[in-house]
């Protein structure tokens, strides 16, 4: 498991990549399942209830899964999926573990402490470096260059936060 891990923070790390995986279903499941309570912690603050953020974690988990298969066929590499969605959730994983403890400095109120301001500043920087890692991981899953992966990249983080914000509309 230890290795599994290591592998994982390689990958966020840019030194490995989606290729370094074991090919396993499990593992799909295992990050699938992690990544949805990790996600759902990091975005509850955003919803009236725990509700909405499961079912936003969860659009946003099963989208960026039917983007990656859909790409994958059309390229007829089929085979890269279980690799590939490995990578995107287990380094989510990580990332969202990294966000908790910068949303605790956050707090409610950004601008009440010197730490919230500074919280919110490494919290754009970990939302870039997620998009960095993903950029990553599709390029070596789809075989294309690091820009147009980053491009996809934004433009899924784009779309899954519009669709987000059309199903769930935050209540006032």
């Not at 990958?11 to 990050?31: E, H, M, N, Y």
């Not at 007829?76 to 400095?105: D, E, H, K, Y």
């Not at 960095?132 to 075989?143: D, G, M, P, Y």
Request: hydrophobic letters at 60%.
């Amino acid at each position: 498991m230890k290795r599994l891990i290591n592998l994982f923070v390689d990958i966020c790390l840019l030194r490995a990549g989606p290729q370094d995986l074991p090919v396993a279903s499990f593992l799909v499941t295992l990050t699938l399942v992690l990544n949805l309570m990790t996600g759902t912690v990091v975005i509850v603050g955003h919803f009236s209830s725990v509700v909405p953020a499961v079912l936003a974690q969860l659009l946003d988990l099963l989208l960026l899964a039917f983007l990656v298969r859909l790409g994958l066929q059309y390229q007829r590499r089929s085979a890269r999926f279980t690799q590939a969605i490995s990578a995107l959730f287990g380094c989510g994983v990580l990332i969202n573990l990294v966000a908790m403890p910068l949303q605790l400095m956050i707090g409610q109120d950004p601008r009440v402490s010197p730490m919230g301001g500074l919280g919110v500043l490494l919290y754009v920087v970990l939302v870039i470096w997620g998009m960095v890692v993903i950029a990553h991981i599709l390029r070596h899953t789809f075989q294309i260059r690091f820009g147009n992966a980053m491009l996809l990249s934004i433009g899924y983080f784009m779309l899954i936060n519009w669709l987000v914000e059309l199903i769930f509309p935050r209540s006032s």
